[in-house]
Structure formats: structure tokens, C-alpha cells
């Protein structure tokens, strides 16, 4: 069955950083656009960067372009998330998803706090 399991999660202060990795299995991943969403505590899901199969072209949202970056390695079925100058508004549960699916991890918890 479907299978993503997020992981890299953690705590961290203002300006750091943390590297996210979503292991998928049980699909064509190569040929599966995937995409990362965050949910903070009492909000609904934010859509934040998805990379497409075949040229691994991303996109991202404005709340965090130009500090996030999506990358993929098809060999190893996994989709990544380099978060850098992390703010406090980032802090969520973030979760991998295969795009157009229901698809979705259980998520990886990210607190930015000093």
C-alpha cells in the first residue's frame, strides 16, 4: 500500500535551519508530482512547495519563496525540504502528499521558538 514517512522534524530557533526528507513507497513515484503542506496548531492545511516528475520544477508559496527549497531523488523515493531562516509563523506539522491524491503522511513537527 501507499506509504509516505516524513521525517527531520524539530526544534529550532529563529534563523535556523532543518532539512525535511518524505520516504514514499507503494506508487510510481518517479512519475508522481509531490508536494509539501504544514498545518499549525488550530489552523486548516497551507500548501508550501510542490516538484513536478520529470524536470523537477517547484513552486512555492509566497510565505516561503526564496527561504525553502523542494528538491526530489527519484532513485531513492524520496522528496526533500530545506528550510532555511526559519520564523515562528513557520512552526507546523508538516506533511508530504502525493499531488491530486489523498495521499498523505502522518508529518513531521516543526517549532521554531527561542
Known amino acids: 500500500q501507499v506509504q509516505l514517512v516524513e521525517s527531520g522534524g524539530g526544534l529550532v530557533q529563529p534563523g535556523g535551519s532543518l532539512r525535511l526528507s518524505c520516504v514514499a513507497s507503494g506508487f510510481a513515484f518517479s512519475v508522481s508530482e509531490m508536494q509539501w503542506v504544514r498545518q499549525a496548531p488550530g489552523k486548516g492545511f497551507e500548501w508550501v512547495a510542490s516538484i513536478n516528475n520529470a524536470y523537477g520544477t517547484s513552486r512555492y508559496s509566497e510565505s516561503v519563496k526564496g527561504r525553502f527549497t523542494i528538491t526530489r531523488d527519484n532513485a531513492k523515493n524520496t522528496v526533500y525540504l530545506q528550510m532555511n531562516n526559519l520564523k515562528p509563523e513557520d512552526t507546523a506539522m508538516y506533511h508530504c502528499?502525493?499531488?491530486?491524491?489523498?495521499?498523505r503522511g502522518q508529518g513531521t513537527q516543526v517549532t521554531v521558538s527561542s
Open positions: 502528499e502525493k499531488f491530486r491524491s489523498s495521499y
